[in-house]
């Protein structure tokens, strides 16, 4: 009895045994209650290896067992374990191809980011892996099997070099073949271009068609090709426009690959991290933008209430899913000035995104203007204006023609002044003075009185703001005048004057630098003017470019904003002003120095660009070339207000308002509200400030009026 019990106790060991399955108990139940009542290791676990752990523990746990019972059996079976941990490993990085519904499983499948970085999430790499595990496992396993793999790897080598020869031969036989077509061709060619017609009887003589060597010697086949011209060549007017090397050569801007790659990833993860499911398919680099496109995923399916997954369709991610994370995704991209593009361009079913570019360039003129779209607009005689370039990298040329007329807002620093100095410049280089004639007024009197002495001046910059109103009732004049000279030519715009006439007219254009001091010294009568012009100068080639930092709704106003549909906006200080200049926000997320939004009638929202750069060195170059530059003499542009102020009374002689109908309607109003202003009368009467003021003094002077 005791010998059996001994034998017994020798050949398995119960107390070892107890006390092993003792603490993978304890452990297994530690294990399960940290799972479950610590949400952050579970999120660990999944955020890491996620079901990999299974694996691994699986493996750990045989180790471990071996080192307590069989310890020789770890150098003995050496190969045994080194092929379980090669399945191991496998079997980690196959789980990457099991997707969960939500969250880093999502993203990553079952084996987390670890076993994701095994693969990369291809199917062809695990593929790949797999075969070479069954390569190894086996020549462990078998050492003897590697004579196997010789011989089926040099019975594959031979096949594949057998295919090659064969390949060789046959492209061999279809050249020579190819070449006899072609010698036969050209034989038949020959036969037929060298054979003469027979002559016959007079009385039928046949058409004997030119030959067909002699027909590229025609001037017809000879012509240029319609290339675009370039804009230094002369026109027939005797002025010679600039030469390109004016402008400064452009300067290469290098794409960085790999911080966009980096960009993509952490826009899908971090929507994926919100239950939102995106993919990136078009990828487009600006100069200081990057615009990604965004194709919304697919919601995981929900089971129903029996555990049936069939019967559900999935759905899609909602685009406003995607645009109310834009916060989500500025913390991820470490960037304040992202912006959502909810509705999608024309043709492209994407919801774009655009994110600041980590290696911003520049957008010099010279690549604008060599361009085949600013060609294109010279080339159709309109008045190519280069803006600069869109958040994709297209150029942005436009036609100051077709807008018709243009407001360009910003703050102080956003870039305004060198959007207006882009204008000028694109003008200049495309423009003669006889086709092309500005006026200017600059109030800040420094932006544009550089471009005095220029012969497209009508007159020089003008920064006295008493001396706007009578130039903008002088260019309704001319306005007026020119309809006239339309109407008896029987056209109606100045392209069909300019192919009948033989005084051709040029083209106007009223650039104001800023606009809010017009407004506040001129009030009513301004904006009537502005308003005029806007509405009625298209016709006649008379345009309008004003820009302001101040757009405010009493600058900008309702009425003239719909007679000026295009506008470029710039970076502004708050949301307000940019509903103001576009009808929306968006300009107060702009990063300043050249970022814009253009909102014109091409695109139904506003578009995302970099301005055109254009240093001082080559504004100085450009107009030094028209001051230097003698050509004939210009035909004259009057812009006197005789007109204008026989419609309206003299404000040095306002005794006849004071004896009419105004003055008492004045005093009416006066007696109603004691503290009337000019401003109220300027608006109630519709005259001019200078009136009003003199309206009011004389109620003050009779005690009708209190207040300063």
Known sequence: MSTATAAFNGGFNWFKTGITAGVLLVGTMLFALVYLAIPEFHDWLMATLGVGWAVTAGFGLGVLLAMIYRPMSLVRGWRWWSSLAIVAVTAVAGLTFWQGESGPSYAYGMAGP????????????????????????????????????????????????????????????????????????????????????????????????????????????????????????????????????????????????????????????????????????????????????????????????????????????????????????????????????????????????????????KVLMRSIVEGPEFTKIVDKGGLAFALGEDAGGQSLALDLAAMPHLLIAGATGSGKSVCINSLVASLLMTRPPDELRMIMVDPKRVELTPFNGIPHLVMPVIVEPDEVQPALRGLINEMSRRYKLMEEMGVRNIAGYNAKANEPMCFLVLIVDELADLMMTGGLEVEQQLVRLAQLGRAAGIHMVLATQRPSVKVVTGLLKA??????????????????????????????????????????????????????????????????????????????????????????????????????????????????????????????????????????????????
């Not at 790499?125 to 790897?153: C, D, H, N, T």
């Not at 530059?629 to 102020?645: K, M």
């Open 114 to 361: 670890w076993g994701y970085a095994l693969t990369g999430g291809q199917i062809w790499l695990w593929l790949i892996e797999f075969i070479a595990a069954l390569v190894l496992v086996s020549l462990l396993l078998v050492p003897k099997a590697w004579r196997g793999y010789w011989i089926a790897g040099r019975f594959l080598a031979m096949v594949a070099w057998a295919g090659l020869v064969f390949a060789a031969i046959a492209a061999r036989y279809v050249a020579i073949g190819l070449m006899l077509a072609s010698v036969a061709v050209a034989r038949r060619t020959r036969a037929l271009v060298g054979k003469r017609p027979r002559t016959g009887p007079r009385t039928a003589q046949p058409v004997i068609p030119p030959a067909p060597v002699s027909e590229p010697k025609a001037p017809e086949q000879t012509e240029p090709s319609s290339a675009p011209p370039k804009v230094s060549l002369s026109r027939s007017g005797g002025w010679q426009l600039p030469p390109l090397d004016t402008l400064a050569p452009p300067e290469p801007h290098q794409i960085n690959g790999a911080a966009i790659a980096d960009m993509t990833e952490e826009i899908k993860d971090a929507l994926a991290e919100h239950g939102v499911y995106v993919e990136v398919e078009d990828v487009k680099a600006g100069p200081r933008v990057i615009k990604f496109g965004l194709v919304p995923g697919y919601m995981p399916v929900r089971a129903s209430k029996d555990g049936d997954t069939s019967k559900q369709r999935p759905s899609r991610v909602r685009v406003g899913d995607i645009s109310k994370r834009q916060k989500d995704l500025a913390l991820a991209l470490k960037s304040p000035y992202i912006r959502i593009i909810e509705t999608p361009e024309p043709g492209e079913g994407l919801v774009g995104l655009e994110v600041p570019n980590p290696s911003p360039g």
């Open 563 to 708: 007679n000026v549909p295009a506008r470029v906006a710039f970076a502004v200080a708050s949301q307000v002003d940019s509903r103001v200049i576009l009808d929306g926000g968006g300009a107060e997320a702009l990063m300043g120095k050249g970022d814009l939004l253009l909102l014109n009638n091409d695109f139904p929202k506003a578009r995302r660009g970099q301005g055109t750069l254009v240093y001082d060195d080559e504004m100085d170059r450009l107009v030094d070339f028209w001051r230097n530059q003698q050509g004939p003499p210009l035909p004259p542009i009057d812009l006197s207000e005789e007109d204008a102020q026989a419609d309206d009374p003299d404000p040095e002689n306002i005794d006849d308002i004071f004896q009419g109908n105004v003055l008492d309607q004045a005093r009416d109003l006066a007696l109603r509200n004691p503290r009337l202003t000019s401003a109220m009368l300027e608006r109630r009467f519709k005259v001019r400030k200078s009136i009003a003021d003199e309206l009011i003094e004389e109620l003050r002077g009779e005690g009708l009026v209190i207040g300063g």
